[in-house]
T-cell receptor, first 117, second 116 residues
């Protein structure tokens, strides 16, 4: 049962344009959402996050939007740059849950973003 | 430099030959975790550890063992590897489970394992 889903395996965008990566989740206990970025031969690195009490969080060229009613979040990259080409993982956590959920991130399948010069 | 170090980075082995993937962090983190990455499935948690001598199963623990005898080390043990354990493995650490939840989860560079 995939609780976090990224339905687009890949996305190709022209440099300077907007990249929009999407993520859906099913678990209502999730209250914190994150995006990780992964380059080849490297581990994932944290990019941006959003708490469920917000609907938008911005950090430079990166903005994450959360629609709780639709259980959907998206990552916008504006403007896209060739260096943004990477795999992007959406992740979610039940940050106030105890037991086996404490500390656990549930990841989506990942979306390969390619930004063409 | 703060880092999570995994070894080996690449390994080809045969079915049934025991192997250990080591993981070490130099950040004095309490929380450590192992994930595997497979195409179409993303990153799935294998085992995690809240602190020394405290370990527990993640989502896909079958065929794996871990130990946490020291705070800095969290080895992943495959007692009898099988081809379905061919995967890319990541070790990760965080100051606490709470900080792991909110983005301060640091990953190693990954270990690509092939079981023939």
């Amino acid at each position: 049962d995939q609780q976090v889903k990224q339905n687009s395996p890949s996305l190709s965008v022209q440099e300077g344009r907007i990249s929009i990566l999407n993520c859906d989740y099913t678990n209502s206990m999730f209250d914190y959402f994150l995006w990780y970025k992964k380059y080849p031969a490297e581990g994932p690195t944290f990019l941006i996050s959003i708490s469920s009490i917000k609907d938008k969080n911005e950090d430079g060229r990166f903005t994450v939007f959360l629609n709780k009613s639709a259980k959907h979040l998206s990552l916008h990259i504006v403007p896209s740059q060739p260096g943004d080409s990477a795999v992007y993982f959406c992740a979610a956590s039940a940050s106030h849950a105890g037991g086996t959920s404490y500390g656990k991130l549930t990841f989506g399948q990942g979306t390969i973003l390619t930004v063409h010069p | 430099e703060a880092q999570v170090t995994q070894n080996p980075r690449y390994l080809i082995t045969v079915t049934g030959k025991k192997l250990t993937v080591t993981c070490s962090q130099n950040m004095n983190h309490e929380y450590m975790s192992w994930y595997r990455q497979d195409p179409g499935l993303g990153l799935r948690q294998i085992y995690y550890s809240m602190n020394v001598e405290v370990t527990d199963k993640g989502d896909v623990p079958e065929g794996y063992k871990v130990s946490r005898k020291e705070k800095r080390n969290f080895p992943l043990i495959l007692e009898s590897p099988s081809p379905n354990q061919t995967s890319l493995y990541f070790c990760a650490s965080s100051l606490s489970p709470g900080t792991a939840n909110t983005g301060e989860l640091f990953f190693g560079e990954g270990s690509r394992l092939t079981v023939l």
